[in-house]
Nanobody, 127 residues
Framework: QLQFVESGGGVVQPGGSLRLSCAAS????????IGWFRQAPGKEREGVSC????????NYADSVKGRFTISRDNAKNTVYLQMNSLRPDDTAVYYC????????????????????WGQGTQATVSS
């Protein structure tokens, strides 16, 4: 079963930064848009950011705009989420998943259409 592997989480103070990575091997990476999602305790999983297959299109949740940056390296089958100016309400388990298609519009597909969910990586923002 193909599955992404997320890494890079940890514990940081408010205002700090983390860089998350999402990697997969033996995967036609450049055919898929990749989304980052997060789930905080007691809350539903929410979309954070998405990047198109070529990397030419990105979108962000309003809550992270201006603070988070998504990028991808198709040669390394890896997508990154640079998280700056972290706040306590960014505390969550962060997941990545893929949706097939080369157009930007696939980033707006429902979560149920994203595949290959990993186990997630915990990011905790606390003083």
């Amino acid at each position: 079963q193909l599955q992404f592997v997320e890494s890079g989480g940890g514990v940081v103070q408010p205002g700090g930064s983390l860089r998350l990575s999402c990697a997969a091997s033996r995967f036609s990476f450049d055919y898929y848009a990749i989304g980052w999602f997060r789930q905080a305790p007691g809350k539903e999983r929410e979309g954070v950011s998405c990047i198109s297959s070529s990397g030419g299109y990105t979108n962000y949740a309003d809550s992270v705009k201006g603070r988070f940056t998504i990028s991808r390296d198709n040669a390394k089958n890896t997508v990154y989420l640079q998280m700056n100016s972290l706040r306590p309400d960014d505390t969550a388990v962060y997941y990545c998943a893929a949706v097939p298609g080369r157009t930007a519009s696939v980033c707006y597909r429902p979560q149920s259409e994203f595949k290959y969910w990993g186990q997630g990586t915990q990011a905790t923002v606390s003083s």
